[in-house]
């Protein structure tokens, strides 16, 4: 483990979710730069971590009768914390994460409208493995994450839960509905001070018609398809002008059309939104702050230049990602910690630095309950209230408490892990700091982590003692604020 | 009704001042009491609360024509009454328990509610609300700002915020507040057992003490570990709270019991934050509302009938708001868009109940004052800085005009 360098480190913390003793090794070998295309490119590695699901060596799952990852719920939790941690992708799922965080949707509300399970099949299911090939939109993310953010951008705007979620399917010419247009603008897009009212009301009617569409084959039918459908009938087909310009001329003014061409406003409003400035702009700076630093504002100038190349390379979040990566910027020692982990880093990252025999995610999913972010559930649509947002007494008490589950999980294979350093009190220290990663601790709090382990007795080294200070120091480090920063 | 002298010391006197005709000195002492063990209780809606369904102008016609299939039947309102533009008015059909609080005197309902330029948008709404400061919203917030002027050492639980994040009102520069949305999970896991538990527990709370000047954030993120440190055991005693009335099983219901297990167990928490959410009724309101109504009517019933049967309704304030109104005529998805202004509540022992301010005609005519946007939306009428700052002079007992930064204070306002 060590030797390697901090920086490869900091790259797994960032562009995925920390690293096990074999990622570590695996990125160390190839090098930074080659290791950021690795991350970047994930498409040379194979799309295949959910068949080790249940698979001895990972992480468990926990079912209630069959694993249900497509159909129920907590299943597709389960899952997608699995793929956290054992992904040979982890970029993409650090991705999809950013992108269900900014396109927030929430699970219980398809729920209310279709039911526990079709609301699962709408947020999770793989279209592979669902019998009526329903592709969930966080699958959808999964699979446009890195692409086009416009293309992203659309399927988002057609995805069915996402209509539901803003109540697209019930916006009609007779009845303009703004909640998806509002939220396109203020949070999908430019943000708040760069559009008007009237323009929300605009938008709304933009988007009249675009609804979705639920077809059973009959009253039997356990898997209905959703799939997005313009309803002509429904568009309102007059001019709709806005504050800022839509189209690449400057014209503001989305033109009169026929209802059966109606819902080509739609993807020139979404077209217009994309390309304006302060979108680009937005982005890269919610970019920064998930990527580089929540501490450290981004330099004017890294803003500029990757907002310039989002907007000459169209929208390509691939290219913008691998700018970003590959930046002097993010690799800039200043701005290691300078991130206020998510409880799902937090989780993922302390079960690959911690270790995972016998644990099953099933307990992490109930434990980020109380850290604040539960996965597909985002509070509002505006996602989760990041950086110092995480940080509440309830929320760290619910992150010791993590901690002390896994590290009680974990005594056997720390114990053993720890058997050569275990002379000193000092080098068993050493070897976790090493192996955790925490941020420094100052003098004063490595002395308290030092002496607690001799608070109760001489040390020893013996198994006993091992068996009961390893665990508890190890829940002392990743229960930490040193350890909250990535 | 029997009662120790043990029991009367705990319960104070305020036990004697309801349903009794108690002597003069008995509820000025009560009263005393009350200023050094008050609370506040804030129930945000959130999603932004349409007022007009909660209260209902029953005989205005427009109420009816611009809400065909979402308006409340002017048979279901429970009627309250009049407000003093002589405009009759009701609860929604749900808020029986709340009707009778009313009936008792102690419901404030403070109609069109907000301000000037009200956003429309969730989150710049409830920074306003949360900074009381329009112009400059991403502020501390105005609870934070009172909590700053406490004199230390400040007691650990003196706020209690019911949920997973701290909201902007709350924030401020030197006091932290708990999130503990569930009591009972507010707990300290060990991977250990007995002496060595408690051993780590000692050395989370010493490494989380380090305030390290040139790292901010981490003195931030200990500040928190350390205050949960120190507010565990007395959650915990707040968990041991046995009422005797039930309390509703939903959310609001078992959060309602926790605040006043936390009253009745004196742990001094000064300001409460608790929320119901789902207000956000663009669509299917006539099935979502109903259910937000049930909710809020049984879980602050249940909590009005525990505090006065023990006595502490005296010690209580709640208040409620929501971050905007909602428009005045529906949409065509069973629901209505983002408004301007609502309505609050204040309940407790010391409230003078009744309606405040004047409802708004919802007459479309473009010149109707008391809407905006084109008749779109209601029109505000009292600021709602003017509600924070009679809840700051008269119940905290704070000075508003510093708090809030002008004066906001309306004579008429005279809720408590």
Redesign the interface.
């Known amino acids: 483990m060590a030797g390697f360098d901090e920086s490869i480190r900091h790259l797994l913390r960032r562009a995925g979710f920390g690293a096990s003793p074999q990622e570590l090794a695996y990125y160390g070998e190839l090098g930074r730069p080659a290791a950021v295309e690795a991350l970047v490119d994930y498409g040379q590695f194979d799309d295949d971590v959910d068949a080790f699901i249940g698979a001895p060596g990972y992480v468990s799952v926990t079912a209630r009768g069959t694993f249900a990852p497509n159909t129920v719920i907590n299943d597709a939790r389960q899952r997608w914390l699995f793929r956290m941690v054992h992904s040979a992708r982890p970029l993409e799922e650090k991705m999809t994460l950013f992108w269900h965080n900014h396109f927030a949707t929430a699970y219980s509300k398809v729920a209310g409208a279709y039911g526990a399970s079709d609301a699962t099949r709408l947020m999770a299911a793989k279209a592979s493995e669902d019998p009526a090939k329903q592709q969930g939109q966080v699958e959808t993310i999964r699979k446009m994450c890195m692409g086009s953010f416009r293309d992203l951008v659309i399927a988002m705007a057609k995805d069915p839960a996402m209509l539901v979620w803003?109540?697209g399917?019930?916006?009609?010419r007779?009845?303009?509905?703004?909640?998806f247009g509002?939220e396109l603008m203020?949070l999908f897009s430019m943000g708040?001070g760069f559009y008007t009212?009237s323009d929300?009301y605009a938008a709304a009617r933009v988007f009249t018609g675009w609804n979705l569409k639920r077809t059973a084959a009959g009253t039997g039918d356990l898997s209905p398809v959703y799939e997005f459908a313009y309803n002509a009938a429904s568009h309102e087909t007059s001019a709709k002008t806005f504050s800022f310009p839509v189209y690449a001329d400057g014209s503001r003014t989305i033109p009169s059309r026929s209802a059966a061409d109606g819902m080509q406003d739609g993807i020139d409003l979404i077209t217009g939104v994309v390309s304006y400035p302060a979108t680009a702009r937005r982005l890269v700076t919610r970019l920064w702050n998930c990527f580089v630093s929540e501490?450290n504002p981004p330099p004017e100038a890294f803003v500029n230049e990757i907002a310039d190349a989002y907007l000459a390379n169209n929208y390509d979040l691939r290219l913008v990602m691998r700018r970003l990566l590959r930046s002097a910027d993010f690799r800039d020692e200043a701005n290691y910690f300078?991130k206020?982990s998510w409880p799902a880093e937090f989780v993922a990252r302390s079960l690959k630095e911690v270790g995972w025999a016998g644990f099953s995610v099933n307990d992490a999913v109930s434990q980020m309950v109380?850290?604040?972010q539960v996965l597909y559930e985002p509070?509002?649509?505006?996602g989760w209230?990041q950086g110092?947002?995480?940080?509440?007494?309830?929320?760290?008490?619910?992150r010791?408490?993590f901690a002390?589950?896994i590290?009680?999980a974990q005594?056997t294979g720390l114990v053993n892990a720890v058997k050569p350093y275990a002379k000193t009190p000092d080098a068993v220290l050493s070897y976790f700091l090493d192996r955790l990663t925490p941020?420094p601790y100052?003098n004063?709090?490595y002395g308290?982590?030092r002496s607690?382990l001799t608070?109760?007795g001489a040390w020893t080294g013996s198994d006993t003692q091992l068996r009961?200070k390893v665990?508890?120091l190890?829940?002392?480090i990743v229960?930490?604020?040193?350890y909250?920063?990535v | 009704m029997a009662m120790t002298r043990r029991e009367f010391l705990r319960n104070g006197a305020g036990a004697f001042t309801i349903g009794l005709a108690a002597p003069a000195f008995l509820a000025e002492l009560a009263r005393a009491q009350g200023a050094g063990s008050r609370s506040l209780v804030v129930l945000y809606f959130g999603g932004g609360n349409d007022a007009l369904s909660t209260l209902v102008p029953y005989t205005d016609t427009f109420y009816y024509s611009r809400r065909p299939t979402i308006a409340i039947p002017a048979g279901d309102a429970l009627q309250i009454g009049f407000d003093r533009g002589k405009t009759a008015l009701g609860l929604h059909p749900r808020l029986t328990g709340l009707r009778a609080i009313f009936d008792d005197g102690r419901l404030g309902i403070i109609q069109r509610t907000g301000y000037e330029n009200s956003s429309r948008s969730h989150f710049l709404g409830q920074d306003i609300w949360g900074s009381a400061n329009p112009v400059n919203p991403q502020t501390n917030g105005w609870l934070g700002r009172y909590l700053d002027t406490l004199p230390s050492p400040v007691n650990p639980l003196v706020a209690w915020d019911a949920l997973r994040e701290v909201p902007r009102a709350l924030m401020g520069d030197h006091v932290s507040v708990p999130a503990i949305a569930l009591a009972s999970a507010y707990t300290y896991a060990s991977p250990n057992a007995g002496t060595e538990a408690a051993l780590e527990r000692s050395y989370t709370q010493r490494i989380a003490s380090h305030v390290p000047a040139d790292r901010p954030h981490l003195a931030f993120v200990n500040g928190s570990i350390d205050a949960a440190m120190n507010t565990l055991d007395k959650v915990a005693l707040v968990t041991k709270y046995e009422s005797s009335l039930t309390y509703p099983t939903s959310g609001l219901g078992v959060t309602m019991k926790t605040v006043a297990g936390a009253i009745a167990k004196g742990v001094g928490t000064k300001v409460f934050w608790v929320q119901l959410g789902g207000f956000d009724t663009h669509a299917s309101e006539t099935t979502a509302y109903p259910k937000l109504m049930t909710e809020l009517n049984d879980a602050v019933s249940a909590f009005y009938s525990d505090l006065r049967s023990q006595g502490l309704l005296n010690q209580v304030l709640l208040m409620t708001f929501s971050e905007f109104g909602r428009r005045a005529y529906e949409n065509g998805s069973v629901g209505c868009d983002h408004g301007a202004a609502g309505l609050m509540f204040v309940m407790g022992g010391a409230v003078r109940g009744g309606l405040y301010g004047t409802a708004a005609s919802l007459n479309p005519d473009p010149k109707n004052p008391t809407l905006e946007n084109s008749g779109g939306d209601v029109h505000y009428e009292t600021d709602f800085r003017s509600v924070y700052a009679r809840v700051a002079d008269g119940w905290l007992g704070t000075d508003s005009t510093a708090l809030l930064g002008g004066d906001f204070r309306r004579p008429d306002l005279a809720f408590i």
Do not use: C, I
Request: hydrophobic share 35%; glycine share 10%.
């Open positions: 803003l109540d399917r019930f916006n009609t007779q009845k303009p509905q703004e909640n509002r203020e708040v009212e929300v501490l300078t206020y109380n850290m604040g509070p509002d649509v505006a209230e110092p947002g995480w940080v509440s007494t309830g929320g760290m008490l619910a010791l408490n002390a589950q590290s009680k005594v941020s100052d004063a709090a308290d982590l607690y608070a109760s009961t665990p508890g190890v829940h002392l229960g930490s604020g040193e909250l920063f």
